[in-house]
């Protein structure tokens, strides 16, 4: 049987959804850990990881590194994950640029994973810290994207586009004052992530506090009948001792704790039905390669 239908044979009848996105920006690796070798090894072992966990994943590739390291694109497709983008360079936030340039970004991005794997991205997730504003919704529904993901909901005033955005109260959804066809994550939706002291400022990454504040995520989570993302990114997980053993923890307390595990692509296709509360949103700062 193929991979993809292993994975695709997921029961979605959970307490919890559960999602995990692989950040895949050999640019970063490059900048911090010296090379892309740490991207390419770091990109197998969660392959390696993920597949015997039976567990779906979206890849967020950006556009340069889909262009540069195309097999890496069809090998996630053809192990059954989904792949959306991660903007085209991740030289900046979305936030703030004007819509012309969002919109040629990503249409860089979806124009190289489509060129890797012959289908194009549903989805994009915001680069650096995830901050978009009415600009990039727009910029997605010019590029026929679906969804945006983004850590910090568009829900505080306006935009520089003029246009006041809020987040759904219920799963993924169009934002209140954004485009019709393009989703975004509900207010409530717990992140969690993982990290690395080779970037300044942030201390260096333990097991030990890892699975403490992710498996707090999923409690909070089963309590809400919500949803929790997990990103991680392969130069990260490769440099960073025990983070594979931490990432395979956490998958398999939340199965334990009855989550549904689905891709990005898989959520936006259903239609929002279970109430997540609306809160501050509680995860950690967001590191730079994000």
């Not at 506090?209 to 993302?229: F, K, N």
């Not at 440099?239 to 689905?262: H, K, P, S, W």
Request: with cysteine; charged share 15%; proline share 7%.
């Amino acid at each position: 049987m193929a991979e993809s239908a292993v994975l695709g044979s997921i029961s979605t009848a959970g307490a919890f959804t559960f999602l995990v996105r692989v950040d895949c920006e050999h640019g970063e690796a490059e900048r911090w850990a010296g090379s892309a070798e740490a991207e390419e090894r770091g990109f197998s072992a969660m392959l390696a990881l993920l597949r015997n966990a039976g567990v779906p994943a979206t890849l967020a590739f950006v556009g340069l590194t889909a262009l540069t390291y195309p097999r890496w694109v069809r090998d996630g497709v053809v192990a059954g994950h989904a792949a959306a983008g991660h903007s085209h360079t991740h030289a900046r936030a979305y936030a703030g640029q004007p819509l012309e340039w969002q919109a040629a970004d990503m249409r860089a991005m979806a124009d190289a994973i489509q060129a890797a794997v012959g289908v194009r991205p549903r989805g994009v997730a915001g680069p650096c810290h995830g901050a978009i504003d009415a600009n990039t919704l727009r910029a997605a529904e010019m590029t026929g994207l679906e969804y945006v993901l983004t850590l910090e909901p568009p829900a505080h005033g306006s935009s520089p586009a003029g246009i006041s955005l809020s987040a759904p109260e219920m799963g993924f959804a169009p934002a209140a004052g954004g485009p019709a066809s393009v989703q975004v994550p509900p207010a409530g939706m717990r992140w969690i992530w993982d990290w690395t002291s080779l970037q300044p400022g942030w201390p260096a990454f333990t097991t030990l506090r890892a699975s403490e504040d992710w498996q707090a995520a999923v409690d909070d989570a089963v309590a809400e009948a919500g949803l929790v993302g997990l990103i991680v990114h392969p130069w990260i997980v490769h440099t960073n001792a025990g983070e594979l053993d931490a990432i395979a923890g956490i998958l398999d307390y939340a199965r334990q704790r009855g989550a549904c595990f689905q891709t990005f692509d898989d959520v936006v296709s259903q239609p929002a039905s279970t109430p997540t509360p609306r809160r501050t949103p509680t995860a950690r700062k967001a590191g730079r390669s994000l």
